[in-house]
């Protein structure tokens, strides 16, 4: 009777240009998946300097830009530290990603923590929740850093601005380091803008 839709409009163009009579034969809505805000606790943590990645490694997460980043960032200031949690879904990326860990002289900054059963926990002592990724429906990676009050840095996919705040969002290498530099550093405001915009409460209710 209905079909729903959780991404931006991006997701919502691919679909008509897969199956173009799909709205005379359907109605679709969009609405957005939602935070269990009650499973992420907040934390009004202080400006520090670990950097977390969570979800499955993957082409489509682009961590080769992150590398990019952090080589960057290690140049400016070598107290920064990347920590991924997800497993590799490709050999030959992880080949690529741990080669150039290495070639970046970047092993005592960028970290592989393996997969995470409570991803709560293992977020409490990281301050930034930071993606590359090249495609993203909505990113709950992203939203669920931010509901435990993480500054996000988001690569710049295609929808990314239709749904986090442009002023977290990089195009280049140089910018994420900007961000990540930046003096701006408030986790509670992190924290609303996921409660405005995306509880697990209200998204129930639209569905």
């Not at 998946?33 to 490694?57: M, W």
């Not at 682009?62 to 590398?67: K, S």
């Not at 293992?122 to 930071?130: G, R, S, T």
Request: neutral net charge; contains cysteine.
């Amino acid at each position: 009777d209905v079909l729903i839709l959780i991404g931006n409009s991006f997701v919502k163009d691919t679909l008509l240009s897969r199956v173009p009579d799909i709205e005379h034969r359907t109605r679709i809505v969009t609405i957005p998946n939602g935070v269990n805000l009650e499973r992420f606790g907040f934390v009004d943590r202080q400006r520090g300097k670990n950097l977390a990645c969570a979800g499955y490694l993957n082409m489509r997460k682009n961590p080769m830009l992150l590398l990019q980043g952090m080589q960057k960032l290690h140049y400016i200031d070598p107290e920064y530290k990347l920590f991924f949690a997800g497993v590799f879904q490709d050999p030959m990326l992880e080949q690529y990603v741990r080669h150039m860990v290495q070639t970046l002289n970047l092993t005592d900054v960028v970290f592989f923590d393996g997969w995470q059963k409570d991803i709560n926990s293992w977020l409490a002592d990281k301050h930034y929740v930071v993606s590359g990724s090249i495609g993203e429906s909505q990113g709950m990676g992203l939203l669920e850093g931010m509901a435990c009050g993480l500054k996000p840095v988001i690569h710049n996919f295609p929808g990314a601005g239709q749904i986090f705040p442009s002023e977290f969002l990089f195009n280049i290498a140089e910018e994420f380091c900007t961000l990540i530099l930046s003096d701006s550093y408030e986790p509670q405001r992190y924290r609303k803008f996921v409660e405005d915009n995306y509880s697990l409460k209200n998204q129930l209710r639209s569905i």
